[in-house]
């Protein structure tokens, strides 16, 4: 999974990986780098790979679009959830419940596109 940031229009400037100090001290980090930011906007991005016998078949992207809000909220969720605001929502995947964050994240998005495929494909058999 990586979440990617815009910042000042430029694109996807800054593309984080889950993982490697610990949920809070990349939460912490993030909030440093977009000190005086107000472009906020940002993704959560995943792709699943389909293999069959230890052959790529196809891989599925799935996303999720949001802003990174300025201070962290909500017990739910983790990695950076509590600071991925969601507009749909009005409020941060780490305050949305997780039966609602289900129905549109990004890595139920990727695998959704897969099952779809695969009730579409010879692949199955």
Request: with cysteine; charged share 20%; glycine share 12%.
């Amino acid at each position: 999974m990586t979440l990617h940031v815009e910042v000042a229009g430029s694109g996807p400037a800054l593309v984080l990986i889950a993982g490697g100090a610990g949920d809070a001290a990349n939460n912490a980090l993030l909030l440093k780098n977009l000190a005086g930011v107000e472009n906020r906007v940002a993704r959560f991005v995943s792709v699943i790979a389909l293999v069959k016998d230890g052959r790529l078949v196809k891989t599925f992207r799935g996303t999720v679009e949001g802003e990174i809000a300025h201070v962290e909220s909500g017990p739910h969720g983790f990695g950076y959830d509590p600071l991925f605001y969601y507009p749909p929502f009005g409020c941060t995947f780490g305050e949305a419940d997780l039966s609602r964050k289900a129905h549109v994240s990004h890595r139920g998005n990727a695998l959704r596109l897969m099952f779809d495929y695969l009730h579409s494909s010879s692949i199955a058999t």
